[in-house]
């Protein structure tokens, strides 16, 4: 069965440092997501990306926040400067071109990012 | 975005049939209901998806009454497997707004 993967699984850095997140979306997929969840709470929507450009963005999804396809296959997010408070699980999501309202995105298994 | 309800934790022997009821009062009509489950660690898996009356696939069956206020996800027969976190969406768009779920505990 296809996934999502990403990578890597956890990445640790220094607070002010960039980081890049990594997702491979299922092949024929054409809208890909960003999701966050710190710990012990609620899954955040940050954004949504269709044909080579963000399609929606949250608030939390400001200036230090970007994404990028750089080629066919990866969907990456990159944080500028992190901050201690963007220390959480970030994940990948993807979902297929179906019609109508059917939405089922398959997210993959996380990035845990850890800010020190 | 309409708002959602529904418990924050219920327990479950194994075995017997669990219904997770979410309200939902501020639907709109082109919103539909979909539910998510989340292991621990883990990405949410879509479960199931409805726009009124009943949805049943291989996993679980999804009641919504006609006035679509509310749903209930119900999981037949659940193992010690499906201790998880139990989300409830309602969304007109294709980007998901995650509540905080219901925590199920499945008791041996």
């Known amino acids: 069965e296809p996934e999502v993967t990403q990578t890597p699984s956890h990445q640790v850095t220094q607070m002010g440092q960039e980081v890049i997140l990594r997702c491979v979306p299922i092949?024929?997929?054409?809208?890909f997501y960003w999701y966050r969840q710190i710990l012990g709470q609620k899954v955040e929507f940050l954004v949504s990306?269709?044909?080579?450009?963000?399609?929606?963005k949250s608030e939390i999804f400001d200036d230090q926040f970007s994404v990028e396809r750089p080629d066919g296959s990866n969907f990456t997010l990159k944080i500028r400067s992190t901050k201690l408070e963007d220390s959480a699980m970030y994940f990948c999501?993807?979902?297929?071109?179906?019609?109508?309202?059917?939405?089922?995105?398959?997210f993959g298994p996380g990035t845990r990012l850890t800010v020190l | 975005l309409a708002k959602t309800t529904q418990p924050i934790s219920m327990d479950s022997y194994e075995g017997q049939e669990v219904n997770i009821t979410c309200s939902h009062n501020?639907?709109?009509?082109?919103?539909?209901i979909t539910w998510y489950q989340q292991f621990p660690s883990q990405g949410p898996r879509f479960i199931i998806q409805?726009?009124?009356t009943k949805v049943t696939n291989e996993v679980a069956s999804l009641f919504i009454p006609a006035d679509r206020k509310s749903s209930t996800l119900s999981l037949p027969r659940v193992s010690l497997s499906d201790t998880a976190v139990y989300y409830c969406?309602?969304?007109?768009?294709?980007?998901?707004?995650f509540g905080t779920g219901t925590r199920l505990t499945v008791i041996p």
């Open positions: 999501a993807s979902r297929g071109n179906g019609a109508g309202w059917r939405n089922e995105q398959f």
């Open positions: 092949s024929n997929h054409l809208y």
């Open positions: 990306f269709y044909n080579n450009e963000i399609s929606e």
């Open positions: 501020n639907i709109a009509t082109n919103d539909y």
């Open positions: 409805g726009y009124k």
């Open positions: 969406l309602v969304t007109g768009s294709n980007n998901l707004f």
